[in-house]
């Protein structure tokens, strides 16, 4: 479990050095006046509440997929663990998902300066390298499966798909989001601004299911 | 400029205006109609789950009496009892239903941040609700694998419900844990961002902190629950061995090999004793402004309640294994883990204390709210003192799995958070509907359900102490345990039978209420919330009307020396109010 741990130990010391920050030498019981008008630290623009809500989620994303690794810690100890081959082909789908994350970096740096031109190409390469490292992802299960190598053969080969899988549902899930954002950009729907915070969240998401996926492929090799 | 931006967040708010019916109760994103969705649901199953704790008591009161109830049913009826109980009921209803009221209005602001989400929050959770209640109908009936739903035996043949009943109850978990994602992304996305002006952290309510630091342990915990339930999927029906060792049943070799039923054991446990502080922090947050409101008395020790409530949610992720002394585990870590779990008796002490030291010379109005709020702490200090017991490996060993056990979580995380669930009711209730309840009707209850509960569990220490084994169908002719012990545990079952039907009082009283019950004033307790300044009452949608309120003070500004009322609402100017020694001289 202590992979959790230190996962939960970062997460709350963050927390809690925030926390500190906001209520150290505070005395509440103080009243004082407050000015309709002042910028009284809460009440930020709309992006800022997304940003926050984004950052909470990859916290329970991390959070899900530590105790996993805390799982396949634990259970790699054991007498009948036997290490798998992982298929080459992962290779190429992590240079996939590299490019990926690169192309969404383009295309946001793009949309921060205001050069709507790369919007298009850019959001769809990276749908393009997206799905190819998922389709990349599948037809390595279905390698692994010709090879005989089942989910039932050792835990570590039902490791291997749990975490794989769990993987690609996360960026399954945030190809909803890239979704979304491209047909705004294709339809023409929605203003500038608006395009450009969505980009902005998409971008950290990929780089932190980059970041998940690098860690989660680096201990497949490993072990 | 303040008028601008106001009248901008109010055209905002008409797009999503609630027109008909059915938008405005049924698909509704307003937080209040939502939190009232989440705790009549809450409600609804947790009185399912109070029927079968009936269906377990009149077996162990009066074995082999009731030919409805045999040993399969009895362990569906234990495990679906206690699942309901501490997930879709307590989690359900603290965070969903009041950190839903709550929330918004205790932080002046006029939603949650993404109301479509919260929306579909509830509606998830209905699913994983209508997942679960499914299970007592499939062939099997639902699982019989006790709460903790350990393997192997949660898998194998002999275990009631093994086929179709643990499949839709880990189903249901799952879902749920998707529900209470995207609940506890608004709740804390709403704390952070969306706070009135002047509303710092440092002078929210305590309950928005108990709400606030239990959505955070939710979101970092339920995790390891949902790890371990889809881990259990696969060992269920891919055959995988994560957690089945190598294992013959019923003379047969079901196909798994050296799998780790303690690693579930890890896991569950990572998730179920955050779990426990789930409950048992917004509990913390709600009692502390009931006893400050109806002592007209500011909360003793206000950042030490704040700092106590942050402490006590980073200790629960590092005791998780004292519920698996038992397991043949290395001593030091039993070491370790006793330590850490006496440790965090120091914030909770401190929190008893401040509760006892803010009613110290305050003036103390017995309302119904306050009688359940002062209860708790009797409650809470009897389960409290009894897991300081079971916290330490020596004695937990001969205790574990007794009725001390029983007695134990049932004081701490069973009825303690009961009645602070009941004088929230009562508390909120007229904020709610705008209606007032019967007084002495609400003190019944009160009395009852106290001095009840204190007849079921106050004995089952003694069967516990006498070695009585919990999860038992039958004692059998067991020859250490006198007859006394048959006679205590009939006088158990009369005593929770009493309790669950004096719950009716508690409907009547509501539903009264709501058909005949007078109106009641916007702020009937002198509150300083700012749930209890709005300007309509009950609030409608938005809240606040056209501007929102301004806050220049901490939430407890109760009895201010100089001040001629003895409470000061939060939005109420500084220079107004307590005008201090200038208010003074006025006189």
């Known amino acids: 479990m202590e992979i959790g741990l230190i996962t939960l130990a970062v997460i709350l010391a963050t927390l809690l050095g925030w926390l500190l920050k906001q209520s150290f030498n505070t005395q509440p019981w103080i009243a004082e006046q407050v000015s309709a008008t002042a910028h009284h630290g809460p009440l930020g623009g709309s992006s800022n509440t997304r940003l926050i809500a984004l950052m909470t989620l990859m916290a329970v994303v991390t959070s899900f997929f530590a105790l996993i690794l805390s799982a396949y810690a634990l259970r790699m100890e054991l007498g009948d663990w036997v290490p798998m081959t992982e298929p080459q082909l992962l290779w190429t789908n992590t240079v996939m998902l590299i490019f990926a994350s690169l192309a969404l970096q383009w295309t946001r740096n793009g949309a921060v300066k205001g050069q709507a031109s790369r919007l298009k190409p850019g959001l769809i390469a990276t749908g393009v390298l997206t799905a190819g490292f998922i389709i990349g992802q599948l037809i390595a299960w279905q390698q692994l499966q010709a090879g005989g190598q089942l989910i039932t053969n050792n835990p570590s080969n039902a490791f291997f798909y749990f975490l794989t899988g769990a993987h690609a549902v996360h960026i399954i899930g945030g190809m909803y989001v890239w979704a979304r954002a491209t047909a705004r950009v294709m339809l023409g729907t929605a203003e500038g601004g608006t395009i450009r915070r969505s980009i902005e969240l998409c971008t950290i998401y990929w780089h932190f299911l980059l970041l998940v996926w690098l860690i989660l492929f680096g201990l497949l090799l490993s072990t | 400029m303040s008028y601008v931006a106001i009248a901008d967040r109010d055209h905002e708010q008409e797009h999503h205006d609630p027109q008909t019916f059915i938008t405005k109760y049924i698909w509704s994103q307003d937080h209040k109609v939502i939190a009232v969705q989440y705790g009549i649901t809450a409600v609804f ?16 009161g009066f074995p082999d009496q009731f030919s409805f109830i045999n040993p399969e049913n009895y362990y569906q009826f234990i495990t679906m009892h206690g699942m309901i109980m501490v997930i879709y009921l307590l989690t359900a209803l603290f965070l969903g239903g009041f950190g839903n009221y709550l929330i918004p209005l205790q932080c002046g602001s006029r939603d949650m941040v993404f109301p479509f989400l919260n929306m579909l929050s509830y509606w998830v959770y209905l699913l994983s609700v209508i997942i679960l209640l499914i299970s007592f109908f499939v062939p099997g009936g639902s699982t019989g694998a006790g709460w903790t739903l350990y393997p192997p035996q949660a898998i194998m043949q002999g275990t009631p419900g093994n086929d179709w009943g643990i499949l839709l109850m880990l189903a249901s978990l799952a879902v749920f844990i998707v529900a209470f994602t995207m609940g506890g992304l608004n709740y804390v996305t709403t704390v952070l961002q969306a706070r009135c002006q002047g509303m710092t952290l440092m002078r929210m309510p305590l309950s928005v902190w108990g709400i606030f630091i239990a959505t955070i342990l939710g979101l970092l915990a339920f995790p390891a629950l949902l790890v371990s339930a889809i881990m259990m999927l696969f060992d269920k029906t891919l055959m995988t061995s994560f957690f089945m060792p190598a294992i013959s049943s019923m003379g047969a070799d079901p196909g798994y090999t050296g799998g780790s039923p303690i690693l579930f054991q890890h896991l569950f446990w990572f998730f179920g004793h955050p779990e426990v502080y789930i409950v048992a922090l917004p509990a913390f947050g709600i009692v502390s402004d009931l006893l400050s409101t109806h002592a007209r008395k500011n909360i003793f020790g206000y950042r030490m309640m704040v700092w106590a409530i942050v402490a006590i949610g980073g200790l629960s992720f590092i005791v998780w294994a004292h519920h698996m002394y ?17 440790i965090i008796a120091v914030p909770t002490a401190i929190k008893v204390y401040n509760w006892v030291l803010t009613l110290w010379e305050g003036n103390i109005h017995l309302r119904v709210p306050m009688l359940f709020a002062i209860g708790f702490i009797f409650t809470f200090i009897h389960g409290g003192l009894t897991g300081l017991f079971l916290g330490n490996v020596t004695i937990d060993l001969p ?11 049932h004081m701490v995380m069973g009825v303690s958070p009961v009645l602070v669930v009941f004088g929230a009711i009562y508390h909120w209730w007229p904020k709610i509907t705008g209606k007032m309840y019967n007084e002495t009707l609400g003190k019944w209850h009160f009395w009852m359900t106290f001095l009840g509960t204190y007849a079921i569990y106050l004995p089952m220490h003694y069967l516990g102490f006498a070695g009585v084994p919990r999860r038992y169908f039958a004692m059998g002719n067991t020859e250490f345990l006198p007859d006394s012990a048959q006679d205590l545990n009939a006088a158990i079952t009369i005593s929770a039978l009493f309790v669950a039907l004096t719950q009716i009082l508690f409907f009547v009283n509501m ?3 709501l ?6 004033d916007p702020n009937p307790w002198d509150a300083t919330t700012l749930e209890w300044q709005t300007p309509d009452h009950p609030p409608k949608h938005g809240n606040w009307g056209h501007e929102l309120p301004v806050v220049h003070r901490w939430a407890y500004d109760y009895s201010v020396p100089g001040y001629e009322e003895d409470f000061i609402p939060q939005n109420v100017p500084a220079d107004k109010a307590p005008a201090g020694r200038d208010h003074g001289e006025d006189h």
Do not use: C, E
């Open chain 2, 45 to 60: 199953v947790g009185l399912i789950a109070l029927g079968l704790s009936a269906m377990m008591r009149l077996q162990l």
């Open chain 2, 326 to 342: 038992v397991s043949g585990m290395n001593p030091y870590f039993g070491f370790f883990f006793a330590t850490t779990t006496l």
């Open chain 2, 399 to 409: 205790l574990s799995d007794t009725y001390f056990v029983v007695a134990h979580f």
């Open chain 2, 511 to 513: 539903i009264w209420s």
């Open chain 2, 515 to 520: 058909w005949k019950g007078p109106k009641s």
